[in-house]
Every structure is written in structure tokens, then in C-alpha cells.
């Protein structure tokens, strides 16, 4: 789905609400719902995990964090590696990614003077010729200090033209939901009165300088049984959120409801999202005070581009006695299409091993993010008279490019490119379709004599699965090399290749080879890669990861004793069904945040809006395959698993920190050694801070060292 509306229906994936943090409470529940969870608790000896905050789970994790840094942290490779990566992520030589609002361009930065974050912002001018004079807007430390609660910076929307109000979005310790107050640029004060809105997994969107669009917790009945808001309002500046004017309304059952805006050259167009599922969204516009449906099928993603209504189509479409393929993007007039007009021109047409990863606007231009066999291509479309022209922004090979900033205003965009061993680079299209490089990130890690593969693996049914492989010119293929292999396999996501400071100082830079794979259940090859792992296929992804596993062991590049495995959320899930099903494979398995009981994922905070990607496990049928692979279920007594690393965070209100904290618990149980950490803040991340962020990563590959190096090999 192309970015423009990925990022609406990906918000409210995002998206849940901390009152779902724990199980209800038992005075609340029908007595039949009692003996459900008795049952449960009967079924499930670490259920009372899942009770977040409460004194005995924050016992249980404060022993295991202390067993683990006493163990780790006290590795005579720790406090080096800890250090190292902190001085990576506090490094002022970072690049300053741009938002460009009007005449000037904002920022958001932390560094070991501002671990919490400042927003700040500069001339456009100053950015551009590599000399800005930064003006701070809001610290975030200060805020902290001042309201006496750890905020993280959430994002900001502000409104155009003039860009001084803003919707600021703060969340305490990282987590999704977050509480919204308008900030006014100029004055570097918060708004008296202005639009504010209480802590909750919400959105809200400007529409003019006196109304916005905005999806919350009303109260009772107001959210889906995913935890995301059903229903989206108008709310005029002035009048109280209760006389907010109803838009929409979902259904319980559905995912939630999305709101934003999109600026298209000097208006604003209101939009606001349903979404029935995970990949079905229905797309509305606001005219008026009234919403116009876009009379679309509800997987695909449209982007709005001056006059014209530009269409990704995910699954075949017939319309207007034609038919559209899977993977292409379409458009038409959109005046034409709402008055009833559906004769579109198909515009880019990828073949099966490429797909449309990203479209965004600016004035006159659509950019396209193209992945051609899982290789970056930049693309610059534009609509003149009746006909569509292509021209190709030349980037390197192997590496990844993205947009990073754009107007509506002018065609003059930011997009960065990244290799493996390639620092970030961020350029300027200008308007003259000129480029210039505005910053390059100096190598943060000593990547001499590195050099980059692409492989294929072959399936169990016998499709191709393509690798990364990043390791020294001069590796001895003699098994011996210690291998870390990432993974995710899931939500149409593509893994790419980026510069990733952190593992090339405590990975690459040591000796060790990396891995990524492109398996079954992301978007590298587009929507039918994905749908080929979907639900009862699930295990597909699997075989995948395993036959990548496998390949390396072929071509000798490593062993079983020197193979490690890392992932989060539904990486960190694919983690787990590694350890449990080819236990054998692995010296060492990293799982971070991650989905782990898929027998109970779908009633844990916004666990219910993954049931397109999983399945439902309160349906017989559809339990009989996730139980399958449902790792916390699969755990088994006289097995060898390779001791794991098993991380997540106290404030992950998205992925319950119950999967991680219950599966360390059964393994414990079946005397299985396991190394355990929860940060206390993060969200679904490793930490706000620097600090906190340097610490975990640090123990996750002093663990990977520990588990899979030699003698010859340590760092």
C-alpha cells in the first residue's frame, strides 16, 4: 500500500488503549466470563504476568533484570560495547532529518545533553547550505522536569500555511497512547484553551485554524474490541469535545477508525479512515461538514495529486470493463471519479519481482519507492494533459532509498539513501530536478573489507527466497563464523537494506556476518508475497527463515553452534517458532518485543486488530492451525533449546509485555535457562533514552558473542 494511506491505516495499528493494559478484574466479569478466566488461570500458571504494573509481576521482572545484568553486565565486553553504542546515538554527527514547514525546516534531535528530546527548527536556507542555526521549539527535558512526568515526544501536526499551531503529542514513557495539547510556534507556549485532549491512543488532524478532525476514547462503548477508536468527529474550536459533530461510526468487531489530512498545493483535504480489518480500508474525504466515500475496494490505497485520484491496486480489480493488476497504480480525474466516472490509465505496472513500496506527493509529482528484486529504484511521476511521464532519480545499488521530506507547495523534495556499509546520505531534488548532497553521515563504524551478496534460498516448496549477506572479503567458508540472521515475515512489510551503526560497531566491525532475509509474509515481492503466508499459511514464513538458516550452513558460512537469530514483534514471534520448532538450528535466538501466546494475542491490548495476519484462535478451525506454531504453546520438556534472549518494555501498550514475561516463566519452569530484560519505558522499542537504549542493546549482543563467538572471534 502505498505510504500515504499505509500511514493511516498503520496508525491505527499503532494504536490501543492502557485501560486494556491488564485483564478485567474479576468483580467485573458475568459469572460465566469467571469461569472462563478460571479456566484459564487453571490452563495458563504464569496468566497473572499479563497484570502489568502490579507488585508481584514488577517483582518477577525486577529479579530477572537484576540475574540478567549480573550475568551480561558484568561481561568484560559490557561496559565497551554499552558506551560505544551510546556515543553512537548521542553522536552530533547524526543527520538532522528535515520537515519542511513553509520557509523553515523542523527537526526533532536528542543527545546526551537532551536524552528526553528538543524540537527545533531553522531556515530552510541555513539547512540547505550546511550551516543551521538552530532555534529551539519545546524541550522535552524541560517539559518532564516542569510537569514532573517522563515524556516522549510523540510528533506533531501543525497547520499550513503559516505552520504556527500545532497539535504536539506527548507519551509517557513511549507508549502509543498519547496526550495531545496545541502549541503555538511562535510564542513557544502551549495554547490557554486551545484544542486538548486527555492520554489515549487517538489522532487528531487540523482541517482549518478553528476545527479538527479527531478519533478518541469517548467513553463507554466508544472503542473496538482491538482497543482502537471506532468513531471519528468534527470538533470546532471553542465548543466542548462532547458537541464534537459524529462523522462515522464503526463497528466493535472492526480494527478502528483513522483521521488525517492531506495537503494538496494550497488546500487542505480532511480524510478520514475505517478499517474493518487490518488490510481493508475504507477511505473517506471531508466536504463540508459531511463525508464523500472514495468508492474503492477496501484493500487498496489511494494518494490525491492535484486533479488527479491515483490508485495501488493489492488484488485484481475490474471496473469500468477493465481490469486492473495486482501490484499496479491507476488513476483517473478525481472530480471525474466521484461524479461516477471509473476509466482509469494504469501508470506504473511493476513484473512479480518488484513492487511499489511507497508513493508520496508533492505538488505536481508523485515519487514512488520501487523495490526491483529487493534493490531501491526512485521514481518521479508526473500528469501533464492526458498522459503520465517517468523519469528514473539515479541511487546506488544494493542500498535503500526513501523519501524523507516533501511540500506541497513546491516539487523540491528530501530522500536518503543507505547501503549496509554505506552511511545514510540525505539529498535534495530541487526544483529543477537538480540533486545535491546536503549531508553524509560519517562512518560510524569501520566497514573496511566489508562487502554485500545477494543470495537465494530454496523453500520446502520450492520458491526462491532471497538473502543479504554482509560479511569481509577475505571470510574463510569453513563454518566457523559467528552469523547473526535477522527476520520479520509479516504485514506486507519489506526489509531493506539500511546502515545500521549499532550492529556494524558490535557485529560487522568484530567479524561477525549478517543476515537479512526477505521471507514470505513481508511486501518485498508486494501483496502476493505477503498473502502467501497469511493465516493457515503462516508456516510458509517459516520455511522460509529456515531455508535461509540452511543455505548458510550449505555454503559453509556458518554453523548451527555459530548461528544467531534476532527479531521483534512479529519478528520476535517468528523468534520463538524458531526456537521452538528447529531448536537444533540455532546457537543463539534474540527475541525482542514479541507476539509469543497466540492463543490468548487476540484479547491482550491491540492484539485483536492482527487477526487478518494470524487468524482468530477463538475459532476451532482457525486454532487448529495457529496452535501449530503458537510458541508459548509449544514449548516442550527434555527439549535442548539454546538459551534465549527475551526482552520488552513495561509501557508496551501495543504488544503486550505478558508474551515475553510468560514464555521466559514456562521455559524457567521446564528448567531452561533463559536471560530476560524489561525496560521500564520504550514502548514498543528498547527505551527512550540513549542510555536506556545503549544498555539493551548492549547486553543483546554481549549475549550474541557470548553464545556464538570463539576464542578467535570475540570482540
Known sequence: MP???????????????????????????????????????????????EDVEAARSMAWVKSHNEATMSSLGADA?????????????????????????????????????????IWRRATYDSYVAGSPAWRTVLDIDSLSAADKQQWAW???????????RCLVRLSRGGADA???????????????????????????????????????DFGAGSLTTSGYPRIAKLWRRG????????????????VGVGVGSIENGDSLIGVVSRSPSFFETAVYILRGDSLVKLDLPLDTGPTILGDQLVVYVRTPWTVGGKTYPTGSLIATSLNGFLAGQRDFTIILAPTD??????????????????????????????????????????????????????????NRFFFTYAGFTQPNTLYLADEDGSLKEIKRLPALFDATGLVTEQHEATSKDGTRVPYFVVHRATVALDGNNPTLLYGYGGFEISLTPSYSSVTGAAWLEQGGVYVLANIRGGGEFGPAWHRAALKENRQRAYDDFIAVAEDLVAKKITTPQHLGIMGGSNGGLLMGVMLTERPDLWGAVAILNPLLDMKRFNHLLAGASWMGEYGDPDIPEQWAYISKYSAYQNLKSGVKYPRPFIAT???????????????????????????????????????????????????????????????????
Open 178 to 216: 498519547v496526550q495531545v495539547r496545541e502549541f503555538d510556534t511562535e510564542t513557544g507556549r502551549f495554547v490557554e484553551g486551545g484544542f486538548a485532549l486527555p492520554e489515549a491512543k487517538q489522532d487528531v488532524e487540523w482541517v482549518s485554524e478553528n476545527a479538527v478532525l479527531v478519533d478518541t
Open 77 to 117: 565486553r559490557y561496559t565497551a560495547l554499552r558506551d560505544r553504542i551510546r556515543s553512537i546515538l548521542d553522536s552530533k554527527e547524526r543527520i538532522a532529518y528535515p520537515q519542511m514547514r513553509g520557509a523553515d525546516v523542523y527537526n526533532f534531535w536528542k543527545d546526551a545533553g537532551h536524552p528526553r528530546g
Open 353 to 410: 519481482r518488484q513492487t511499489v513500496d511507497g508513493t508520496t506527493p508533492t505538488r505536481d509529482y508523485l515519487l514512488v519507492e520501487l523495490l526491483d528484486n529487493v534493490r531501491a529504484r526512485l521514481l518521479r511521476l508526473r500528469h501533464e494533459g492526458s498522459t503520465w511521464h517517468t523519469d528514473t532519480i539515479p541511487v546506488p545499488d544494493y542500498g535503500n532509498a526513501s523519501v524523507v521530506a516533501t511540500s506541497a507547495r513546491s
Open 239 to 254: 465548543t466542548p469535545l462532547s458537541a464534537a459533530k459524529t462523522l462515522i461510526e464503526g463497528q466493535t468487531t472492526d
Open 154 to 164: 510523540g510528533g506533531s501536526s501543525c497547520l499550513p500555511p503559516a505552520w504556527r
Open 649 to 715: 518494555t513495561t509501557r508496551d501498550d501495543r504488544v503486550h509485555p505478558g508474551h515475553a514475561r510468560k514464555f521466559a516463566a514456562r521455559m524457567e519452569g521446564l528448567g531452561d535457562p533463559i536471560y530476560f530484560f524489561e525496560n521500564t519505558e520504550g514502548g514498543h522499542g528498547s527505551g527512550v533514552t540513549s542510555e536506556q537504549q545503549a544498555r539493551e542493546q548492549a547486553l543483546v549482543y554481549v549475549y550474541l558473542w557470548k553464545q556464538l563467538g570463539s576464542s578467535a572471534t570475540h570482540p
Open 3 to 49: 505510504r500515504s494511506v499505509r500511514r493511516l491505516t498503520l496508525a491505527l495499528a499503532a494504536l490501543a488503549v492502557a485501560t486494556l493494559a491488564a485483564p478485567p478484574a474479576r468483580a467485573q466479569q458475568q459469572p460465566a466470563a469467571a469461569r472462563k478466566a478460571a479456566a484459564a488461570d487453571q490452563a495458563d500458571p504464569f496468566i497473572w504476568l
